[in-house]
């Protein structure tokens, strides 16, 4: 099939995407309770004729197409969505109160079953693999879940799409190598002794100890990182529960660590516990500190990926294919990509006109659906031609 009739294809499946995403949009499900999303994609998969897997780490999903040949090439989908409170007015909003595809896990739902549909009127020269995956957005994320289950076993290379309202529906975009960061949450917990705010001296003041500690944590990045790895440390949240003249006995701070490097990742877990130790130490007082190990650094296999941006400019046309920046957000499709080739793009979902340049993870977020004509047959592009 040529390009432009794979396109074309994928035009006139339009509508059932829309209603497909739609669907999705107004029932979403937290992580690890898609329930009824995925009783939904088997209810689709039963209709298509096409054999599945259900069940697996929870409510996940795996869905295959036979080809001629043994290889296997997958293709990973998203389920969850966000504990935030839809704002937004268009007629497909949230049912389900406080509960938002935030994410758009909706589209890359609707754009893998998009390409199951284009694939599955085709002679295919290799297994495709569907796996709708659960809690992506949450500890311990679901990829790692679904891998321990046997999900990726036999496949070969893996495909997968994120949502990015910066660049247009109708353009996609790469970034071979690494490209997401590695996402790890730190908690520490600074105890001394409160008392009256008027008399310090007669205290050892948890506060203090903890301001200190959190510009000391900064110069992990600025003095101890290499300058060629991407580190990020933030401290997003302090919390003193004293008063205007009350000195508490207990300040707790919650932040993250981010890199793409894990060595230095390991060393710099060894420095935030140092650093709070011994701050607390010197202002009399301790600290306990909890490091959760989170999601792995995304790296996109370098001729894998190269070989896919070479097939999305085919289809495409060169001037919808873009070049990515690396980002030190996390996803968890990163431990796939420590398993096998993975390549992991973006696909542009933005539009003035429609209202649709708000940032993922805001009560506003939306996309452009014509964003759906692209997703699922891109995907469905570079796995026929893997």
Known sequence: MKASDFLEAATKIHPRLIEIRRHLHMHPELSFQEKETAKYITRLLKEWGIAYNSGIAGTGIMAELPGKSKRTIGIRADMDALPIFEKSTHEYVSKNSGVMHACGHDVHMACALGAMLLLRELELPHNIRFIFQPGEEKLPGGAGLMIAEGAIKGIEKMLALHVYPNLSAGQVG??????????????????????????????HDPVVAASQMVIALQQIVSRSAPPNIPSVLSIGRFMAEGSTNVIPDVVQLEGTFRTMDESWRTLAHEKIHQIAKHTASAYGVMAEVDIVKGYPALIN?????????????????????????????AEDFAFYSQQIPCCFFRLGTGSEEKNT???????????DEDALITGSATLGWLAFHT
Request: hydrophobic residues 35%.
């Open 301 to 329: 296999d370098e001729v894998f990926t190269h070989r896919c941006i070479e097939l999305a400019k085919e289809l495409l046309g060169e001037e919808h294919v873009k070049s990515l920046e690396i980002r030190m957000t």
């Open 174 to 203: 790469f970034k071979p190598g690494k490209y997401m960061a590695s996402s790890d949450e730190i908690y520490i917990k600074v105890i001394g002794k409160g008392g009256h705010g008027a008399l310090p001296h007669l205290n």
């Open 357 to 367: 340049l708000h940032s993922v993870h805001t009560p506003y977020f939306d996309v």
